[in-house]
T-cell receptor, first 110, second 112 residues
Framework: GIQVEQSPPDLILQEGANSTLRCNFS?????LQWFHQNPWGQLINLFY???GTKQNGRLSATTVATERYSLLYISSSQTTDSGVYFC????????????FGKGTLLTVNP | KAGVTQTPRYLIKTRGQQVTLSCSPI?????VSWYQQTPGQGLQFLFE???????NKGNFPGRFSGRQFSNSRSEMNVSTLELGDSALYLC???????????FGSGTRLTVV
């Protein structure tokens, strides 16, 4: 199956700073998604982004499927952005298993 | 619309017992997937169901099983619990199984 590598593993920011999280895949990926897990364990879907660029408020994501990577941009970070960010994808076809990366732990300090 | 509902939220069981977890997907979603999350292994895929059929299964022992009902609600069962089964169990629903997932709040299982 595909391997998912996320970087950086940890990130500490001051409120108001911008950041870029990266997700690399070992093989061609389909159905790429970004999630945010809050301190209570709830996983929130941020983007379903198999290709191209999407924006939602202060967050945006870009997937370049041909080069097997995706980026998540967080602008003007807030303390509520703290948590773990995961990317996940699958190889498509009849494979419905999403493979997750190990995540990026983001801490935004006031 | 209502989100994905998982019950119970917390569970403490003794080694050797069995447990059943429940997941009600978003109305209209026919795919339900289950994941186990532990600090050491991260998020690992258990299985995926669509219209009562298991389409994919992860690399877990046969003690882990699941099913989906005609109303798309799903249950997973773990028999002969081991300490290593302590984890956060998450289910996710989607329309077709490969589109955007919505996760439930999870069931935190502790085996003592």
């Amino acid at each position: 199956g595909i391997q998912v590598e996320q970087s950086p593993p940890d990130l500490i920011l001051q409120e108001g700073a911008n950041s870029t999280l990266r997700c690399n895949f070992s093989d061609s990926v389909n159905n790429l998604q970004w999630f945010h897990q809050n301190p209570w364990g709830q996983l929130i879907n941020l983007f379903y982004i198999p290709s191209g660029t999407k924006q939602n408020g202060r967050l945006s994501a870009t997937t370049v499927a041909t080069e097997r990577y995706s980026l998540l941009y967080i602008s003007s970070s807030q303390t509520t952005d703290s948590g773990v960010y995961f990317c996940a994808g699958n190889s498509g076809g009849s494979n419905y298993k999403l493979t997750f990366g190990k995540g990026t732990l983001l801490t935004v300090n006031p | 619309k209502a989100g994905v509902t998982q019950t119970p939220r917390y569970l403490i069981k003794t080694r050797g017992q069995q447990v059943t977890l429940s997941c009600s997907p978003i109305s209209g979603h026919r795919s339900v997937s289950w994941y186990q999350q532990t600090p050491g292994q991260g998020l690992q895929f258990l299985f995926e169901y669509f219209s009562e059929t298991q389409r994919n299964k992860g690399n877990f022992p046969g003690r882990f099983s699941g099913r989906q009902f005609s109303n798309s609600r799903s249950e997973m069962n773990v028999s002969t619990l081991e300490l290593g089964d302590s984890a956060l169990y998450l289910c996710a629903s989607s329309l077709k199984g490969f589109d955007g997932y919505t996760f439930g709040s999870g069931t935190r299982l502790t085996v003592v």
